[in-house]
Nanobody
Framework: QVQLVESGGGLVQPGGSLRLSCAASGSIFSINAMGWYRQAPGKQRELVAVIPTGGRTNYADSVKGRFTISRDNAKNTVYLQMNSLKPEDTAVYYC??????????????WGQGTQVTVSS
């Protein structure tokens, strides 16, 4: 059993900042990648940022230079520092973890989602 718990969302003014966190717990053998997706009303879910284990970070063009993804591997936690927020960043943000369990089976797990609203 694996659980992802997200926190850090909220209401912020344009130009403000938020820091999202997502902690994975449970039966995890290894994590292949951790990332953040978001889904705005009426739109498809899109990748925001991903940080593969042993690989380079990758960001959506819309957030480059403003968002920073990081990991604390000892805590199985991924963060998303969001600066210079814009109204178009408003969405539900979902943590995603690609992992292997102890049988080496691969799974994608999703957090419960946290609302980020950027509005004056």
């Amino acid at each position: 059993q694996v659980q992802l718990v997200e926190s850090g969302g909220g209401l912020v003014q344009p130009g403000g900042s938020l820091r999202l966190s997502c902690a994975a717990s449970g039966s995890i053998f290894s994590i292949n990648a951790m990332g953040w997706y978001r889904q705005a009303p009426g739109k498809q879910r899109e990748l925001v940022a991903v940080i593969p284990t042993g690989g380079r970070t990758n960001y959506a063009d819309s957030v480059k230079g403003r968002f920073t993804i990081s990991r604390d591997n000892a805590k199985n936690t991924v963060y998303l520092q969001m600066n210079s927020l814009k109204p178009e960043d408003t969405a539900v943000y979902y943590c995603n973890v690609k992992l292997r369990d102890y049988s080496r089976s691969r799974y994608d797990y999703w957090g419960q989602g946290t609302q980020v609203t950027v509005s004056s």
